[in-house]
């Protein structure tokens, strides 16, 4: 009789945990350099212009089918804000949607920001 303990099971299922284990521990390793390239610059401010502000979600296949596509939760969804800084340059930053929706493009303030994070808005 055929039992689900089998060696051929407990194989599968080893090698199965070591992928998710694998996937795990690249995904860490990412965020960790994230991190500490954010956190190993220094805090920055700059007088700010925002030139523009554009919604972008998670890439979708071209070929999924219209009725097919997943909605995005609104969390997923997260906007791309480009600042024209005095000192900086032009500076282009991810936001979450909560972050974004105080910013209007021409919109004149300072902006603070540590590696590519965003920090904060300040309206002039």
């Given at each position: 009789?055929?039992?689900?303990?089998?060696?051929?099971?407990?194989?599968?299922?080893?090698?199965?945990?070591?992928?998710?284990?694998?996937?795990?521990?690249?995904?860490?390793?990412?965020?960790?350099?994230?991190?500490?390239?954010?956190?190993?610059?220094?805090?920055?401010?700059?007088?700010?212009?925002?030139?523009?502000?554009?919604?972008?979600?998670?890439?979708?296949?071209?070929?999924?089918?219209?009725?097919?596509?997943?909605?995005?939760?609104?969390?997923?969804?997260?906007?791309?804000?480009?600042?024209?800084?005095?000192?900086?340059?032009?500076?282009?930053?991810?936001?979450t949607k909560a972050?974004?929706?105080?910013?209007?493009?021409?919109?004149?303030?300072?902006?603070?920001?540590?590696?590519?994070?965003?920090?904060?808005?300040?309206?002039?």
């Amino acid at each position: 009789m055929f039992s689900l303990f089998s060696s051929g099971y407990q194989i599968g299922l080893c090698i199965i945990m070591i992928m998710l284990i694998c996937i795990l521990a690249m995904r860490v390793r990412e965020g960790l350099r994230e991190w500490k390239k954010n956190n190993a610059a220094a805090i920055q401010q700059d007088t700010a212009v925002i030139l523009v502000k554009e919604l972008t979600r998670a890439p979708e296949s071209p070929m999924a089918r219209q009725e097919s596509r997943v909605q995005l939760p609104r969390a997923a969804a997260t906007c791309t804000v480009s600042f024209a800084t005095e000192r900086h340059g032009v500076l282009t930053l991810d936001l979450t949607k909560a972050q974004a929706h105080l910013l209007h493009e021409n919109e004149r303030g300072l902006v603070r920001w540590q590696g590519s994070r965003f920090l904060n808005w300040q309206k002039q």
